[in-house]
């Protein structure tokens, strides 16, 4: 049979676990006395009690560390997203002035240029105007298409007499230039006026290119530091109503950075975006999918298809990651779940991880998780209850009008 307690037996301190039986059983209790005559009377039965000890010891203070690390980077991480929003705002709003600003720029500089007629200069500012718009939405071009592109716009330029027209060239095709653009303008200007004309629409792209590279860049940190919010649930409370949708996209944009590299990951989100709000403490269960998606990209080498499926069944929520990995033998699948059983080389595994998934989906939120496995298709299924259970030790801490409200989302 299983025994629990020792620990706080031999070390004389309070009970660090409780039990309780799901079925029938036969329990034998020993009292502190009883329990150390035993283990002195009794060397065979204090052999496995003592190796039960040190390996629980060990798994208790790994725990522990464990625990100790994530606060500590918690806290590095809610205050490095704090330093890092206000600069990351403050930029974004910069790009936008940005633009305006050297929209008015241009539009004055055109208006003093002694080389333009004020007849040519409304006909320069209309094709800015399509050019911006052209350059929010540019066509995607293979590098083929836009060598040829380049090519046309050049031989244009130089027999029109441009100079610069390699480098001019460049931006104009970055911003969805083609030559039927510019035979409008051909006669309808004099070759002084017309380079004029295109530096002015050159210079006008290019800095606008430079602020939305600002800007994208900008919004990249706002979006990292939200993701990170999201992903630690700071500042708010433990166990809370969430959308797990939320959680699950927070993770992914964690490691983003994973899924770029070689050949890149491509991931597939099916959704069930009607599924209602689960209650649950969000950061451990984000812990879940980041070990889960973690161990996934391990599988396939930070190179393949990573598939997320959410959906409702009955009164739990379901969520699937699955990979196109060379799957898991047989004879690992029985040991997953084991505290400390790795198949990674040493230094990058500690075993402890699809435990501690294990241990939030199970223990914490009364779920289940299995997995399905042959090569080129791995699945994690977990199984969350959009409710606790009765006996939950947060259920009861909740007012009746928060429980009717909950069961009737669910």
């Not at 973690?294 to 990651?321: F, P, Y």
């Not at 047989?330 to 198949?343: A, D, I, M």
Request: hydrophobic content about 40%; some cysteine; charged content about 25%.
């Amino acid at each position: 049979g299983q025994f629990i307690g020792e620990i706080s037996i031999i070390t004389g301190g309070t009970a660090l676990a409780t039990a309780r039986a799901e079925g029938p059983a036969t329990v034998l209790r020993f009292s502190r006395d009883q329990f150390r005559k035993l283990i002195a009377d009794c060397p065979d039965i204090a052999t496995p009690i003592l190796r039960a000890f040190a390996a629980r010891s060990r798994e208790v203070d790994a725990v522990a560390v464990q625990q100790d690390k994530m606060a500590s980077l918690g806290k590095m991480a809610a205050g490095l997203a704090h330093e890092l929003n206000n600069p990351a705002a403050a930029l974004v709003r910069s790009a936008a002035s940005l633009r305006e600003v050297l929209g008015r720029f241009t539009k004055l500089g055109l208006q003093y240029d002694s080389r333009l007629k004020d007849e040519q200069r409304p006909m320069i500012e209309h094709l800015q105007t399509e050019l911006r718009k052209a350059a929010s939405d540019p066509d995607a071009l293979t590098t083929i298409e836009r060598s040829d592109r380049e090519e046309s716009l050049i031989e244009w330029l130089e027999s029109s007499g441009i100079d610069d027209a390699v480098d001019m060239a460049s931006s104009l095709v970055e911003a969805g230039l083609t030559r039927q653009c510019l035979n409008m303008l051909n006669g309808a200007m004099p070759p002084e006026s017309l380079a004029a004309a295109l530096t002015w629409i050159e210079a006008d792209l290019a800095t606008k290119q430079v602020a939305d590279e600002i800007e994208s860049a900008a919004c990249r940190i706002s979006d990292l530091v939200q993701a990170m919010k999201q992903y630690t649930y700071m500042d708010q409370a433990q166990f809370q109503t969430v959308d797990i949708h939320v959680g699950i996209d927070a993770t992914l944009r964690i490691f983003a950075h994973r899924m770029k590299k070689g050949a890149g990951v491509r991931v597939v989100r099916d959704y069930d975006r009607s599924m209602p709000q689960i209650c649950a403490y969000a950061g451990e269960l984000n812990q879940a999918w980041t070990n889960l998606i973690s161990n996934a990209l391990d599988a396939m080498n930070d190179s393949g298809v990573l598939t997320v499926t959410t959906r409702r069944e009955g009164d739990q929520a379901v969520v699937t990651i699955a990979d196109n990995g060379p799957g898991i033998p047989p004879e690992v699948r029985e040991n997953l779940f084991k505290p400390f059983f790795t198949t990674k080389r040493a230094g990058q595994g500690t075993g402890l991880g699809l435990e501690i998934v294990q241990r939030i989906v199970v223990n914490r939120h009364h779920g289940a998780i299995d997995v399905q496995s042959r090569p080129g298709d791995t699945r994690f299924t977990v199984r969350i209850p959009f409710e606790p259970p009765k006996n939950h030790e947060m259920y009861s801490s909740r007012s009746d009008s928060e429980r009717e409200a909950a069961l009737e989302r669910v």
